[in-house]
């Protein structure tokens, strides 16, 4: 798709972006935090392993594909310390959904139907900004479903569900 060749709704990206980023912070907030740190780090049979990689998952694909979309050539992707800090990786969070709040704010059809810089590994140079948008979208919702799930394993089911339509209508049910 290109921006001759097509429209966006620019209004509904920056929804989905702002949905991610809320929906992240409700997960940390109501589900993470409430964890101890032996269950945070637990393994468990399901997802990445434990509740610490998913989230590792998460900041890792939002930071690079935000930094790709600004134009930077990110570094291969750092590996997630031995013992990463739950607070430090959710401060670095927040600060990734600054950018992604940011992103939203200046969103227009030209960067949407840009470039975005290669992938470290120069495997996927023509992808288009909209698309990186998207598969942060779709990676976020996958995985805080994990770790919904996750937490169930480790400490008790929380008490709230993910839902897009539940944001985009704001009607919350528990």
Request: proline share 4%.
């Amino acid at each position: 798709m290109s921006l001759e060749a097509g429209r966006a709704n620019l209004d509904f990206a920056r929804k989905l972006i702002q949905h991610n980023c809320w929906e992240g912070a409700r997960v940390w907030r109501l589900a993470i935090a409430p964890l101890t740190d032996a269950q945070f780090n637990q393994e468990v049979r399901f997802g990445l392993g434990s509740i610490q990689r998913e989230c590792w998952h998460i900041l890792e694909n939002e930071g690079t594909c935000l930094q790709r979309i600004r134009g930077s050539l990110p570094d291969a992707a750092p590996a997630m310390p031995v013992s990463a800090d739950r607070a430090k990786m959710q401060m670095q969070w927040e600060a990734i959904h600054a950018g992604w709040t940011q992103l939203a704010s200046e969103l227009d059809a030209a960067l949407f139907f840009s470039d975005c810089a290669p992938a470290a590994d120069g495997s996927a140079d023509k992808l288009k900004v909209w698309q990186l948008i998207m598969d942060v979208i779709y990676q976020g919702s996958t995985h805080r479903s994990d770790i919904m799930r996750m937490v169930a394993e480790v400490h008790e089911p929380p008490a709230f569900d993910l839902s897009l339509m539940q944001y985009l209508t704001g009607v919350f049910r528990k």
